[in-house]
């Protein structure tokens, strides 16, 4: 894995730079706008992969989710965070999230692991269980991250085994992101 994104140095460097340009400073306007639609998922546990700055975790944590973020390279303070190698989460934790919300991790990985990363994923949800993924940025561009999302992945590389109930380009996408985001939401099947 010679890439540098697979490194936690390399993501700690770009927090401690300030280079973290994914980085809203607050809760992700797609991801606020969901709780409150038709289309939010049942509260229960719930995993962030690659939380960050857990802007997001800490909104769905007061909203009444059960949730945990999940990040190798930064685990903000007063927030239910640990230090985990996203590629694990199937593993460590099975069958164990009724919600996974995905977002800027996926763009961040390597492409050649993003079929290991969604493995990681499906494994580590309920059955029944909904997968939030908010995709960015789709569409063409060269180098990374963030490295770009095909339309393709929706169903090709994150979908297998798992039913898309809804999916649409967000209105409310936050500045310079319009258009480039897809929001996804994913069921796995109940045994």
Same mark, same amino acid.
């Given at each position: 894995m010679?890439?540098?994104?697979?490194? *936690?140095?390399?993501? =700690?460097?770009?927090?401690r730079e300030?280079? /973290?340009?994914?980085? !809203? %400073?607050?809760?992700? $306007?797609?991801?606020?706008d969901l709780l409150d639609s038709p289309q939010a998922p049942a509260r229960?546990?719930?995993?962030?992969?690659g939380s960050g700055g857990g802007h997001d975790l800490r909104y769905w944590i007061d909203?009444?989710?059960?949730?945990?973020?999940?990040?190798? *390279?930064?685990?903000? =303070?007063?927030?239910?965070?640990?230090?985990? /190698?996203?590629?694990? !989460? %199937?593993?460590?934790? $099975?069958?164990a999230f009724d919600v996974i919300v995905e977002y800027t991790c996926y763009c961040a990985i390597d492409p050649a692991r993003r079929e290991e990363y969604a493995r990681s994923l499906r494994?580590?949800?309920k059955p029944g269980g909904m997968l939030v993924a908010l995709l960015f940025p789709v569409g063409e561009r060269e180098g990374g991250p963030p490295f770009a999302v095909a339309e393709s992945e929706i169903e090709d590389v994150l979908g297998p085994g798992l039913r898309i109930e809804h999916k649409e380009t967000p209105a409310s996408s936050a500045e310079g992101r319009?258009?480039?985001?897809?929001l996804v939401l994913y069921r796995a099947p109940r045994i």
């Open positions: 010679g890439d540098p994104v697979s490194d *936690a140095a390399y993501w =700690e460097q770009r927090y300030g280079s /973290d340009r994914w980085d !809203l %400073g607050a809760p992700t $306007p797609v991801l606020v229960g546990r719930t995993a962030f992969p909203r009444g989710y059960d949730a945990v973020g999940f990040d190798f *390279a930064i685990q903000p =303070e007063g927030l239910p965070v640990e230090s985990l /190698d996203v590629f694990e !989460l %199937g593993s460590r934790y $099975p069958d494994g580590a949800l319009e258009g480039r985001e897809r």
